[in-house]
């Protein structure tokens, strides 16, 4: 291996074994954006052995879904200063699906001065985990995440349908668990394996969940960083097996009416640094005072998190009840009505699960707006709400049930907003009012279908 190819020691053994014997063509340098969506530069794998360093405008940050750009009230942002990226190379994974032996890695993000850019997502998180090690703790999550597997749609007029399955018919809904829906997509489903298997990814479970054509694929537990690194990972992976099909695969919290939402739970449970031990359980097994704080954190904060968490006008389609969707901050164990969840499990694997995310938020920053949450509960020493007993669908909701009630408690929260970061706070809540007004313009068939000659 001569002295320009020195970079390829650096990759996980996952990466090697894709490459074996061939030689890289291309490496894709990547972050994530504020919607989580991959952005960088893809080069010959030559052309990146000579690299130090990858330039992008930090601009990236300030991009709306549509292609917009923040607005923030005449203050001049738009001078466009490069930012550094440096790889990471514990993050390089295969790209299965490319034509040529193509590796992607995430890399990190600092300013010119070498500081890290407060706003990039992935920092967000790293400072969350940052705050728990300062106190001596790990956070450890395990995030599910729920999809459906839809009919490719190139007209945003027409509804979202199933695709048909190998069957010929398209898969119903309610079918739960149903292997046979899930062999209903079964070339789909083996080749999400097989690129998983690629990139060094294992899956925990995949299973049909109750939408006509949707998946729920779990990931094992551990460190939040590079669990929504392998989340950014999968929504690609996800992807280009479906198209392979002639299919999509999509992460939108609510895409079809009268059918569920798609969530991405998050477990979460701290490990004592020093002796490895999760905190949420004492040495007898019993639940701990700071099992209970880091509940009343999610119950207390989570309203103004809600925007990191739902940031789309379409993730608030989600929250209705008896569609399998929490409406509530309501905690319990072994009940999926309520917001928050304590599944069963022994004393060492004691858990909290947020059930509130919807698929469609960065994983950086729903994992980082759920941590900031807990944190803010351990801090403050609280006792949640007594644990709710029957079916929290009846309960009184208390969560912003619109993009723009939500963003107003993001920005009324101080707390919340210093547990992620002022610059980031300042950035994130721009793109989504702007987001918010881009939507406002938009005349919608249910308004043309029943206002334009009836009122």
Known sequence: MDSANTWLKKLPQAALDYIGARRVEEVECIVSDMPGISRGKA???????????????????????????????????FTDPDMVLTPDFSTATAAPWAADPTIQIIHDIADQAGNPVPFAPRNVLKNLVRLYAEKGWAPVVAPELEFYLVAPN???????????????????????????AVDEYGPIIDDIYDFAEAQG???????????????????????????????????????????????????????????????????HSILDLKTGKNIFSDDSGAETPAFFHFIAGLQTHLPAATAMIAPYVNSYRRYVPDYSAPVNLEWARDNRTTGLRVPIA?????????????????????????????????????????????????????????????????????????????????????????????????????????????V
């Open 154 to 180: 190139t007209d945003p007029t027409r509804e979202v349908e199933p695709p048909f399955g190998r069957s010929g018919r398209r898969v119903p809904a309610s079918q739960g668990y149903s292997m046979s």
């Open 43 to 77: 080069m010959p794998a030559s052309k990146f052995a000579h690299s130090r360093h990858i330039y992008l405008p930090d601009s990236i940050f300030y991009q709306t879904i549509t292609g917009g750009w923040a607005n923030f009230e005449g203050e001049e942002r």
């Open 346 to 454: 022994p004393p060492a694997a004691r858990r909290v699960e947020n059930r509130l995310a919807g698929m469609d938020c960065n994983p950086y920053l729903g994992i980082a707006a759920s941590l900031a949450c807990g944190w803010l509960g351990l801090q403050a020493g609280v006792m949640p709400r007594p644990e709710l007993k029957g079916n929290a669908y009846t309960t009184e909701g208390s969560l912003p049930r619109s993009l723009r009630e939500a963003l107003m408690a993001f920005e009324a929260s101080e707390a919340l907003r210093a547990a992620v970061g002022a610059a980031f706070a300042e950035v994130y809540a721009a793109v989504k009012w702007s987001e918010q007004d881009e939507f406002f313009h938009v005349i919608s068939p249910w308004e043309r279908e029943h206002l334009l000659i009836n």
């Open 201 to 267: 990814f294992e899956i925990d479970t995949i299973i049909h969940e109750g939408g006509a054509g949707q998946i729920e694929i779990n990931l094992p537990h551990g460190d939040p960083v590079r669990l929504a690194d392998q989340v950014f990972y999968f929504k690609r992976l996800i992807r280009e097996a479906a198209l392979k099909h002639d299919c999509y695969a999509t992460f939108m919290a609510k895409p079809m009416q009268d059918q569920p939402g798609s969530a991405m739970h998050i477990h």
